[in-house]
């Protein structure tokens, strides 16, 4: 059996790969594609499969997925330019004769109003009419989209957000690429949709969570939509995606990003990683680095 794993230059791409051979995945059979396959030298030297992938460039993908019994599908991050990529990944995976297709959607993808979903809903019905066997992983939201930011969040003893008092359903993006590897190496999940997340929390509580882990006060910033997306543009985010991140916020606002779903720990075996989990290993990570 190969398994093809698209963007696997990238975070959650490589940690499906990791995943899979941590699984006892023997190395010939994982094939990692992306775009920069310099990224990938350390897996070819493991006996890992590498191949150039780019989603904008349709003639690399034919190669890429030649052979491939399974496809991982991540998707891409380009606004607008998502559902284009996508089409071109499932058509080249089709024409390669890939059995199964996995794709990473967002969870509530079929409900959600937020912009992000909207090409992950296009999407998952393309993928459905394609006649391909597939699954459909509806990946909430990452805890490191918080963590990553912890150095800046203690810097100024906030966190922001335009999320009032919205639940979010986050877990780790290690406990969404075990859920990945799963579906792609056992059988009874053809045809699934799963929807993916971890404990709720609100973004009030993550930061009263942040202030018991640091030590110092953290406090939640509700702002609107509008000067959040200022906020994240002066922060250094190119205006497209500040306007998708605190779009994204609004969602979370309206229950898009909850889920009361357990797919996620049905599927991994164990509890999810939970925002005190994260940001204990995230403020472990930023003290060794100093």
């Known amino acids: 059996m190969s398994i093809v794993i698209t963007g696997a230059s990238g975070h959650l791409g490589r940690l499906v790969v990791d995943q899979l051979l941590a699984a006892g995945t023997p190395p010939a059979q994982i094939v990692a594609t992306g775009r920069d396959v310099g990224k990938l030298a350390d897996l070819e030297q493991n006996g890992v499969t590498v191949r150039r992938a780019d989603f904008a460039d349709p003639s690399t993908l034919d190669r890429a997925f030649a ?135 609100t973004l009030t509580e993550l930061a009263a ?27 250094g985010l190119p205006p497209e995606m500040a306007a998708a991140v605190a779009d994204a916020d609004a969602g979370l606002a309206r229950g898009e990003l909850f889920t009361a779903s357990d797919d996620l720990v049905k599927l991994i075996g164990r509890p999810a990683t939970t925002a005190r989990e994260a940001v204990r290993s995230a403020a472990a990570a930023v003290g060794e680095s100093r």
């Open 67 to 201: 052979g491939a019994d399974a496809m991982l599908l991540v998707s891409t991050t380009t606004v607008g330019e998502r559902f284009d990529n996508h089409r071109q990944a499932i058509d080249a995976a089709i024409r390669a004769d890939v059995s199964r297709i996995v794709y990473t959607s967002i969870v509530n993808a079929s409900t959600a109003r937020m912009t992000l979903a909207d090409e992950h809903r296009r999407t998952e019905d393309y993928l459905r009419a394609s006649g391909c066997e597939f699954v459909i992983l509806r990946n909430g939201w990452y805890l490191e989209n918080y963590t990553d930011q912890l150095p800046m969040i203690t810097q100024y003893h906030a966190l922001l957000g335009s999320a009032h008092d919205g639940l979010v359903s986050a877990a780790g993006r290690h406990d969404f690429a075990a859920a990945a590897a799963v579906v792609l190496t056992q059988d009874g999940h053809l045809g699934a949709t799963y929807e993916l997340g971890g404990t709720p929390f």
């Open 209 to 235: 969570t942040m202030s018991d882990v640091l030590g110092t006060h953290i406090a939640y910033q509700d702002m609107s939509v509008a000067d959040y997306t200022s906020a994240l543009t002066g922060a």
